[in-house]
Structures are given as structure tokens and as C-alpha cells.
């Protein structure tokens, strides 16, 4: 879960710049009408960025931990087809079977329960729909007085996992056709670390 030292850590580090870890444009494929999760949108300047491209029928629905990014999103980022709200990563308030597309970048890394947050992207997401995500992982598992820390997870360092443990989470949830689109290694901390974007499709 993210409990409320990381979220005060989180509002304090959105404040000056963007959480991203990866490049999603690329590899979206958005078709008119869809319905569209953007998972943890900050200040809905992505969100904002693509919105054109469900069209008219299409809707961007954009979810953010934090009511002051969400008020920050809509006073910046505001459109008719995006419906932006406050809500948790690991409790997703919409319904079955509902969503074509779940984007997110750099979000799940963030939740001490990645089994959950993807238990819940597989719920919501319909049949044939897929998620496209940017997140961080390690090589080998952080030292606890890291992992544990709500400084370090606010800094989109100290919640990564393992590759291999990361990849696992998601086929055991359920998704097929789960590819790796895009990689960089780099050293944080003195740790090896890696930015993925990763597609996957629930059958």
C-alpha cells in the first residue's frame, strides 16, 4: 500500500518535477472511442497530451493519489472528455470489464503490494484490452532500510523490485502477450537499476 508518509513525500517531490521514467508515446496505440486509464496522471499533462487521439465518443479517465495534483490537473489540464480523480493504485474506484487501455509511468513502483495493483489493472481493464507501462526495477533486491523507506520509494527508487520478480506478478495475474518494448539501465544510489516500458493484454 502507499501509506501516508510516502504520499506526503510524493506531494513534496511532484512539486518540482515529473515522476516519469519512460517514454509511452511511441508505443500507444489509441484508437477513436476508447476508454482510456491514465494510472497515477500527476498534474494531467499526459493525460491532456493524447486526449485527441480517443476522439469525440472516447474518454480519458485520470487517476492521482494526491487531491492537490488532481486540483493542479484540473485547473491546467482541463478537457471534456477527461475525468480526472482522486483515488489509490491498489483499490481502483471503477467498474469490471471497463477500461480498452491502462497507461502509467513510473506509478507502480510506488505500492508495496504490486500483486494487488495488478490484480486490480487486470479487473478493470475488458477482454482484449492492454496496459502500457513505464515503471523501474532492480537487478538484485534493495537493502530493507531502503526498501522500507518512504523518502526513497517517493523517489521512484526505493519501491523497485526485481526484474524477474516483477515479471512474474504480472503473469500470474493473468495477462498474455507481455512484451518488453523498451530498456535502459542506469546506477542510482550506487544501484544498479533499469527503466522498462512494458505492454501486456488481458485475454
Known amino acids: 500500500m502507499v501509506n501516508e ?28 472511442g476508447d476508454i482510456v486509464l491514465d494510472l497515477g496522471c ?32 484540473i485547473a491546467n489540464n482541463s478537457h ?5 480523480t482522486v483515488g489509490d493504485i491498489n483499490n481502483l474506484p471503477y467498474q469490471d470489464n471497463f477500461f480498452d487501455l491502462i497507461i502509467s509511468n513510473c506509478v507502480i513502483n510506488h505500492s508495496t503490494n504490486k500483486s494487488l495493483v495488478f490484480s486490480e489493472i487486470y479487473r478493470v481493464l475488458k477482454k482484449s484490452g492492454h496496459f502500457l507501462i513505464a515503471d ?14 518512504p523518502k526513497y520509494i517517493a523517489q521512484c527508487f526505493g519501491g523497485a523490485i526485481p526484474k524477474k520478480e516483477y515479471f ?36
Do not use: H, W
Not at 533486491?141 to 526498501?147: D, F, G, M, N, T
Not at 495477462?175 to 522498462?196: H, T, V
Open 80 to 84: 471534456k472528455n477527461i475525468r480526472y
Open 5 to 32: 508518509k510516502i504520499e506526503e513525500r510524493y506531494k513534496n517531490e511532484t512539486e518540482t518535477k515529473s515522476l516519469g521514467c519512460g517514454n509511452l508515446k511511441p508505443f500507444l496505440n489509441i484508437k477513436t
Open 168 to 203: 512474474t506478478i504480472i503473469n500470474n495475474v493473468g495477462f498474455k502477450k507481455i512484451k518488453e518494448c523498451s530498456s535502459r539501465k542506469y546506477i542510482k544510489f550506487g544501484f544498479p537499476m533499469e527503466s522498462l516500458i512494458i505492454q501486456g493484454e488481458k485475454e
Open 136 to 149: 523501474i526495477v532492480v537487478e538484485e533486491a534493495l537493502p530493507k532500510e531502503i526498501s522500507s523507506d
Open 42 to 73: 500527476g498534474n494531467g499533462g499526459f493525460t491532456y497530451s493524447i486526449v485527441e487521439s480517443v476522439g469525440d465518443d472516447g474518454k480519458i479517465y485520470a487517476l492521482d493519489l494526491t487531491r492537490e495534483m488532481i486540483e493542479k490537473a
